[in-house]
T-cell receptor, first 116, second 111 residues
């Protein structure tokens, strides 16, 4: 149980385009979803927290107009990187927590974004 | 000072060795402590989850929390090459389950 999927697993795009990444909880209802980014050989940095039906809460220094987060249902959250630039190239990972495990987060496999 | 300190390694051990991984933290409000394993280019996988001080054992893995010293440990017994990964400690802060991660320790177990 507690499986989280992400799509796509990797994406390459041109500078200036927008990219949408999906995060799904497959076998539980995720009341809260989190989006992280991870640079090579570095730890995970929380970008934003989203609750179903609410606006996301962004961490300090994360541009909410650039990283659009939608948590439309208890099983799906999306992260859209708008007008992507090469410095946005990173590994984006989502996680989800549900009512059964208040302090447990289950992570997706990650999405590698490369902006040319 | 970072909230969570973790030696990034790398740590290289022979197969069968006992591995000790550690983190220290500064925020005494942390109550929940986790260890995640992350293979290269994959998302983290929850290994151990501990509330407050004490020990927790699961197979070859033992997690220890010493809140008085603000120090947590993960021990891996009879380490295997398949244990080669990055191990991240994490702690929960705040009402929204916000995880604060350590830098991660890269472990290599060689046959």
């Amino acid at each position: 149980g507690a499986v989280v999927s992400q799509h796509p697993s990797w994406v390459i795009c041109k500078s200036g385009t927008s990219v949408k990444i999906e995060c799904r909880s497959l076998d539980f209802q995720a009341t809260t979803m989190f989006w992280y980014r991870q640079f090579p050989k570095q730890s995970l940095m929380l970008m934003a927290t989203s609750n179903e039906g609410s606006k996301a809460t962004y961490e300090q220094g994360v541009e909410k107009d650039k990283f659009l987060i939608n948590h439309a249902s208890l099983t799906l959250s999306t992260l859209t990187v708008t007008s992507a630039h090469p410095e946005d190239s990173s590994f984006y990972i989502c996680s989800a927590s549900g009512l059964a495990g208040v302090n447990e987060q289950f992570f997706g496999p990650g999405t590698r974004l490369t902006v040319l | 000072q970072k909230e969570v300190e973790q030696d990034p390694g790398p740590l290289s051990v022979p197969e069968g060795a006992i591995v000790s991984l550690n983190c220290t933290y500064s925020n005494s409000a942390f109550q929940y402590f986790m260890w995640y394993r992350q293979y290269s280019r994959k998302g983290p996988e929850l290994l151990m989850y501990t509330y407050s001080s004490g020990n927790k054992e699961d197979g070859r893995f033992t997690a220890q929390v010493d809140k008085s010293s603000k120090y947590i440990s993960l021990f891996i017994r009879d380490s295997q090459p398949s244990d080669s990964a990055t191990y991240l400690c994490a702690m929960v802060s705040g009402g929204y389950n916000k995880l604060i991660f350590g830098a991660g320790t890269r472990l290599a177990v060689h046959p």
